[in-house]
């Protein structure tokens, strides 16, 4: 008795419902993926980078690369493993920028009635494209950790500075020479934020650089490259579960 063939079984429509699936399953994986690594961001790092006068040269250029390495090493093993393609960083960056912008305009803009100018979103596609074209080029994941690791944490600043430069205007207020982000942070008042944790560094012009940009920028490239080694490393832990072998 022969068995007729329905017509989802021919090539034509088995790639059209291929096609289909992956319009709803890619912007889903997308918006996981970001939704993840801002939940994770925003844990780590917070108001140092939720707020323009939080972005000092101490702890925003070494906490961020820290914690902006994570997700492209465990998402770059993965994509590497699995596909031999360098794209986790890129992806899981623009990801995080996609939410990050929802996340601000609509939480902090719309809802809470800060400026946008206020509360913009870092820029950090370039760090993700860094990650991914150097593990393209030497295919290692040590020799990713070296280069891109370090420059991830040496060139957060610079890469930023062309969108944080017009905040780091020096003005005077009430007789103190402060920065533009500074007056902003007096006049757009942040109530969960106790006064005296807010960081005014008086006359010091403390974005200017001056020797502790640099210093802090070095440090944190040494410490990125650790860090982007230890996830690559959980990444290749995740892949030995059991579980998670036989789903991939």
């Known amino acids: 008795m022969s068995i007729s063939t329905s017509a989802i079984d021919s090539p034509q429509e088995l790639a059209r419902v291929d096609a289909q699936v992956d319009w709803v399953v890619i912007p889903l994986l997308v918006v996981l993926l970001g939704a993840i690594f801002s939940f994770q961001f925003s844990l780590l790092v917070g108001d140092w980078d939720f707020w323009m006068d939080w972005r000092d040269r101490r702890y925003w250029p070494l906490i961020t690369p820290l914690v902006m390495v994570t997700l492209p090493a465990v998402f770059g093993y993965a994509f590497w493993r699995l596909v031999r393609l360098p794209l986790g960083g890129t992806l899981s960056i623009l990801a995080f920028t996609l939410m990050a912008w929802v996340s601000r305009y609509l939480n902090f803009h719309e809802f809470a009635g800060f400026p946008m100018n206020f509360v913009v979103p870092s820029t950090h596609i370039a760090i993700g494209l860094m990650i991914d074209c150097i593990l393209l080029l ?34 005077e207020m009430q007789g103190t020479l402060m920065t533009v982000a500074d007056v902003m942070g007096f006049e757009y008042i942040r109530t ?47 892949f030995r579960l059991k579980w998670l072998q036989k789903v991939v």
């Open 138 to 171: 030497t295919r290692s994941f040590f020799f990713t950790g070296i280069f891109a690791g370090f420059l991830s944490g040496l060139l957060l600043w610079p890469l930023n500075w062309p969108l944080f430069a017009p905040y780091m205007v020096p003005v």
């Open 192 to 238: 969960a934020m106790p006064e005296y944790v807010r960081i005014i560094e008086e006359s010091t012009l403390r974005t200017f650089g001056d020797a502790v940009t640099p210093l802090t920028a070095v440090f944190a490239a040494f410490l990125t490259v650790m860090a982007y080694w230890f996830w690559v490393w959980v990444g290749s832990l995740a």
